[in-house]
């Protein structure tokens, strides 16, 4: 049973969500404010996030920038396109504005697991467009193709392929890659390491799989 976990300080709403994704087959987590999420996340697992922006302590924005490794689907009253667009290159999954449909809703949550489940296999295999990296025996190949990789090169990779339509900050990466490599310690350093690793995935796959988001970060290339 997935489990998803429901950020919202509107009672009302987060017992109408708790219902729709009980009665669908969910399990559902719920958190009332930002700092409540935070200490949610850090002690359960969820498999999606429906994060409303207006929290009390903090805000939604702030919580989106702490998530990196769970699809999180923005639900808010905003509704200018400017706001859905900086979001969704914050590293939201997607976007809902209030009120909504729930039919709507449902779906969007199926896509998203969905993209999850082809992304991640259950033999600790992440797949993208010809390009697999099996996390146990740390190996990366590129259409059949063992690629080398230094560790932090395959740190920064598997990070990025875990979400691979999410924008990921620099800062955040480094605060990923930390747990699997002491050896990339600022953002010059950061770089240089990714520029390294599309060199070789290019040269081998022909394309260039990772993308710079200018000012913000990186993130898998949609191809």
Known sequence: ?????????DINIGNMLQELLSSS???VLRAYSGTEALLLLSSQSADLIL????LPGLSGEEILSKICSVPVIVIS?????????ELLMSGAADYLTKPFDTNELL????????SAGLQKGGDGRL???????????????????KIHLTKTEFA?????????HQVITKSQLLDLISEDTADCL??????VHISNMRKKLRETGGMDYIESVWGIGFKMRDL
């Open 51 to 54: 994060l409303d922006l207006m």
């Open 1 to 9: 049973m997935k489990t998803i976990a429901v950020i919202d300080d």
């Open 107 to 114: 779906a969007r949550i199926a896509a998203q697991l969905r």
């Open 77 to 85: 009253a905003k509704a200018d396109v400017n706001d859905k667009v």
């Open 127 to 145: 797949s993208f467009h010809g390009l697999e990296l099996m996390t146990e025996t740390r190996t990366v190949m590129v259409n059949g193709e």
């Open 186 to 191: 600022d953002e010059n350093s950061l770089k």
């Open 156 to 164: 920064i990779l598997k990070q990025l392929m875990k979400n691979p």
């Open 25 to 27: 087959g969910y399990n």
